[in-house]
């Protein structure tokens, strides 16, 4: 087992409000610090996202799971997604109601034949695993304090796979039934143990237009992280919108970028201590360009 590890999150690609700025500081770190615990101990990257992803949801900070904003009709309709980079397993939900942790749901899926279950069969499928949350049940909330956007991990672990996992209630006000970026492969998100991984925050309909996850990949082939991730941005020009990147290679390297006023962020390493940010210029100095 290798030492080489590699972590880095986000809380979601938009306008932090200064009153805001500490807690989504905070709920990164504590999502942060339980990856760099998993990772460090050898622990394996689909245990590190899911239960990285499950801190964010858990975060009322953050829009996915427990703290998702709601629809047009005053409902919580979430979507989440998995993948593993060694085998390309995809495990996702989309309009799923009454679930606290939509990303468990999705993870379950990684060993069923079906790759992406909406709406009420996605319900019936969690149903069946026991992964209702009787104390939301769906039931409007109202609880969150984000403004529409996405949670995020892509993970390297000791034996050198790769994983990403992500979460979201979507659009504030959205249509009832209506599926953005994230759980759909090539979109809002992919992973490739012999190329890398990448994770997608911001305007679905943007990102979906543009293939944004399937742009960071291409170019995670001849190039880093951070090109990857700057060059995906500059596709977003042609549609319009904002949107975040968060990006990883097999050697442990990362990129970001945003065109969102703030994009909530952390990363770690066996080389890097923990560090959290809600602007790109923070973390420059760590950059591989
Ligand atoms: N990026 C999340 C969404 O648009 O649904």
Redesign the pocket.
């Known amino acids: 087992m290798s030492e080489r590890w590699a972590i880095i999150l986000h809380g979601g690609a938009r306008k932090i409000e200064p009153e805001d700025a500490q807690d989504n500081r905070r709920g990164c770190m504590a999502a942060l610090e339980i990856g760099h615990g998993l990772l460090s101990a050898g622990g394996e990257a689909i245990d590190a996202v899911e239960a990285v992803v499950r801190q964010l949801e858990a975060d009322v900070t953050f829009n996915a799971g427990y703290g998702a904003v709601l629809n047009a009709e005053g409902v919580a309709q979430l ?1 989440a997604a998995i993948m593993t980079g060694a085998d390309l397993a995809v495990g996702a939900v989309a309009a799923l109601e009454g679930v606290r942790h939509p990303v468990s749901v999705a993870r379950r899926m990684l060993a069923e034949t079906d790759g992406l279950l909406v709406a009420g069969g996605a319900r019936a499928f969690a149903a069946r695993h026991g992964l209702l949350d009787n104390e939301t049940g769906g039931e409007p909330r109202a609880l969150s304090r984000a403004s529409g ?2 949670v995020g991990c892509v993970v390297l672990d000791r034996s050198g796979h790769m994983a990403v996992g992500l979460s ?1 209630g ?2 504030s006000g959205k249509s009832p039934g209506r599926v ?3 759980p759909l492969p090539g979109c ?1 998100f992919y992973v490739d143990d012999q190329v890398g991984g990448v994770a ?6 943007a ?1 979906t237009r543009t293939l944004l996850a399937a742009r960071v990949m291409a170019a995670l082939e001849c190039g880093t992280p951070q090109n990857a991730a700057a060059r995906a941005m500059a596709h977003l020009d042609r549609v319009g919108g904002e949107a975040g990147v968060i990006a990883l290679d097999p050697r442990g390297w990362m990129g970001w970028a945003h065109t969102s006023p703030h994009f909530a962020m952390g990363l770690a390493s066996h080389q890097l201590s923990p560090r959290v940010a809600l602007h790109q210029s923070e973390l420059k100095d760590l950059l591989h360009a």
């Open positions: 979507d956007d996405t979201t979507g659009l953005g970026d994230t809002g997608l925050s911001g305007d679905g309909e990102i």
